[in-house]
């Protein structure tokens, strides 16, 4: 089995320790470290999305696949900044203000950085000002807004509404996510997209990226 063999098969089992030894060994074995992203650590995070989708896993078993993944994005990321690999897209992710739940938030970031995209994550509780801000400062081309709570879902419109008062709404797609949201909810504020699970962001970023 080649290392990339096991480094897929390790983020799928979830097993971070394999991931990481299996990431420095491809590298010291001369694997460009884009392949190692694009060929084995999206594809892997693919198949830990497509099994939560069909519930053949759940959620500890996405925690721990994206554990395995970032801790081989840990050892890749300054060698990708090092040969100047260019994302995919860069994504402003936060949970919206007066909101606390961040699990979902966490896995979504995790997919897409697996998935290719460089992520700027504000966290949770996060206020309209500060999305702004981030998506300026770093020049985001995506803004991912997570809610759990139907008191916070309006924080999503108050924080989409924030981005054309700014000036700003032209500049960035933004997608929104989250237990109580729904694709109807996102149409109603004007979101660009909307996801139901972490899998189903990674095609939702891809897709408003390249439109
Ligand atoms: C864990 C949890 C907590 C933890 C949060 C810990 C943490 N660090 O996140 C704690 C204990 C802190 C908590 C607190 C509260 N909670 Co709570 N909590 C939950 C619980 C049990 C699980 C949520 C979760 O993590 N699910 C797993 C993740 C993986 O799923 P997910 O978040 O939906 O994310 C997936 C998708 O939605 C999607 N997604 C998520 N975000 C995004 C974003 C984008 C852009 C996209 C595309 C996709 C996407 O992808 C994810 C992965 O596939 C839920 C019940 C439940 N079963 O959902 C209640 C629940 C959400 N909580 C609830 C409540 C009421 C509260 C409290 C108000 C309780 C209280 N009285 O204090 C507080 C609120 C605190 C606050 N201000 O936020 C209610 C909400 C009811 C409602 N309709 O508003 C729920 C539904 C429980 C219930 N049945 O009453 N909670």
Redesign the pocket.
């Known amino acids: 089995m080649s290392e990339l063999e096991k480094l897929h098969e390790a983020v799928i089992e979830g097993d971070w320790k394999a991931a990481a030894a299996a990431t420095e060994a491809a590298i010291a074995a001369g694997v460009a470290p884009l392949l190692i992203v694009t060929g084995c650590l999206v594809p892997a995070m693919d198949e830990v999305?497509r099994r939560?989708?069909c519930e053949e896993y759940f959620?500890p078993e996405?925690?721990l696949s994206a554990r395995a993944m970032k801790a081989s994005m840990a050892i890749v990321r300054p060698l990708l900044v090092a040969t100047g690999a260019q994302p995919i897209g860069r994504v402003v992710?936060g949970?919206v203000k007066?909101?606390?739940?961040?699990?979902?938030?966490?896995?979504?970031a995790s997919?897409l950085e697996g998935g290719g995209f460089e992520v700027i994550d504000l966290g949770?509780?996060v206020a309209p000002e500060r999305f702004i801000e981030a998506a300026a400062s770093k020049n985001a081309n995506l803004v991912?807004?997570?809610?759990?709570?139907?008191?916070?879902?309006t924080s999503m419109k108050t924080t989409i509404d924030a981005f054309q008062t700014a000036g700003l709404r032209d500049k960035v797609k933004i997608?929104?996510?989250?237990?109580?949201?729904t694709q109807q909810y996102a149409d109603s504020i004007g979101a660009d997209?909307?996801?139901?699970?972490?899998?189903?962001?990674v095609a939702?970023?891809r897709k408003l990226v390249a439109a």
Request: aromatic share 4%; glycine share 16%.
């Open positions: 999305g939560f989708e959620v996405m925690l992710i949970t007066g909101d606390l739940h961040d699990i979902g938030k966490n896995l979504v997919m949770a509780d991912a807004l997570s809610a759990l709570l139907t008191v916070t879902m997608m929104v996510g989250g237990a109580p949201v997209g909307y996801g139901e699970s972490a899998g189903a962001a939702l970023a």
